[in-house]
C-alpha cells in the first residue's frame, strides 16, 4: 500500500485542534509537548507511512514507535484522522474505562508500543528494523523520540547499536523543542551540539526546523543521508508551537486550558497562525 497522501498542513491543524480538545476535557497534561510534534506527526500520517487502517497488523506496513508516550493525545488524533479508531471516541481520552490511556498504549489499534517510560522506545525500534533487514522486509522502523528523553542512557546504547547493524531502515526524529519537565533542556542536561553526537556515532543526519512540511517530506521520504546506516532527524521545534500563549512556555508541559483558553487556542489552531 502506498502512502497516504494527505494535506499535511491541514493535518496538522486538526491534530493541534484535537490534542487540545483532548487534553482539556480529560484535564490532562502535555499538550505542549504534543503541539510540537503536530507537523512531525502530520508529514509521517499524510505523506510518508505506509499504513492500512483496514489491516493495523498488516506485516508489511511501517513501523512508527512514539518513543514520548506522554504525547498520547496527538498519536490517537493522528491514527483517528487516518481511520484506525472514530474520531468521536477521542472525547473519552484518559477516561476511566476509555482505552485511549494518558500514556501511548499497544491496545489501541495503530499502537505499535505501549510508551511512556522514556529511553524504551529507540531500542525497540532498532530491534524492528534490525529483524526487517535480517528477513530481506522492505518497511522501515521510525522512532520519534522528546530532547529531554535523550538524558537516558539506553537511548545511546540503541544509536551504538543501530550504527553497528547499518540498519539504513531506521529512521531516529527527535523532537528538539528545549523544554524538558522540569526546565531548559540546557538547564537540565545540555545536548549541544546534538546532531555531532549523532554524526560521531557513524548515523546520518539532517538539521532542520520541525515545523516545516517540505523539509520534513524531504528528509522522511528521501534516500538515507548516509547509506548503510540510521538517519537521525533533529528537528528543531517550539513547545506549544501553534497557540501564542502556550508557545516555549515550560507550564504548559503540565497545564490543561481552561474554557476561555481553549476557545482561544482553537481560533489561533484554526487561522493556522
Not at 540498519?167 to 527527535?174: C, G, P, T
Request: charged share 20%.
Amino acid at each position: 500500500m502506498t502512502p497516504n497522501r494527505i494535506d499535511t498542513r491541514a493535518l496538522a491543524r486538526r491534530l493541534r485542534a484535537h490534542a487540545i480538545r483532548m487534553t482539556h476535557l480529560a484535564r490532562a497534561s502535555h499538550v505542549g509537548s504534543c503541539l510540537s510534534m503536530a507537523d512531525i506527526m502530520a508529514v509521517l500520517h499524510g505523506a510518508v507511512l505506509k499504513l492500512d487502517p483496514t489491516r493495523p497488523d498488516w506485516p508489511e506496513r511501517d513501523r512508527l514507535v512514539v518513543s514520548k508516550g506522554h504525547a498520547a493525545a496527538i498519536v490517537y488524533a493522528a491514527l483517528a484522522e487516518l481511520g484506525f479508531l472514530p474520531v468521536a471516541e477521542l472525547d473519552t481520552y484518559s477516561a476511566d474505562g476509555g482505552r485511549l490511556s494518558g500514556h501511548v498504549t499497544r491496545t489501541v489499534p495503530g499502537v505499535e508500543l505501549s510508551t511512556g517510560s522514556l529511553g524504551h522506545g529507540l531500542p525497540v525500534a532498532a530491534g524492528m528494523a534490525l529483524a526487517a533487514q535480517r528477513y530481506g522486509a522492505a518497511w522501515r522502523s521510525f522512532c520519534i523520540v522528546s530532547d529531554g528523553e535523550l538524558d537516558e542512557g539506553s537511548n545511546w546504547e540503541a544509536i551504538q547499536f543501530a550504527q553497528q547493524f547499518r540498519l539504513e531502515n531506521l529512521v531516529l526524529v527527535v523532537d528538539y523543542n528545549k523544554i524538558q519537565s522540569f526546565g531548559r533542556v540546557s538547564e537540565v542536561s545540555e545536548l549541544h551540539p546534538l546532531p555531532e553526537k549523532f554524526r560521531a556515532f557513524n548515523w546520518g543526519v539532517h538539521e532542520l526546523d520541525g515545523h516545516d512540511h517540505d523539509a520534513l517530506l524531504a528528509a522522511l521520504s528521501g534516500p538515507p543521508p548516509l547509506p548503510g546506516r540510521p538517519t537521525a532527524i533533529v528537528a528543531h521545534t517550539v513547545k506549544g508551537k501553534g497557540v501564542s500563549f502556550m508557545e516555549d512556555q515550560l507550564a504548559w508541559h503540565y497545564r490543561s486550558a481552561d474554557a476561555a483558553q481553549l476557545a482561544a487556542a482553537l481560533a489561533e489552531v484554526e487561522a493556522g497562525r
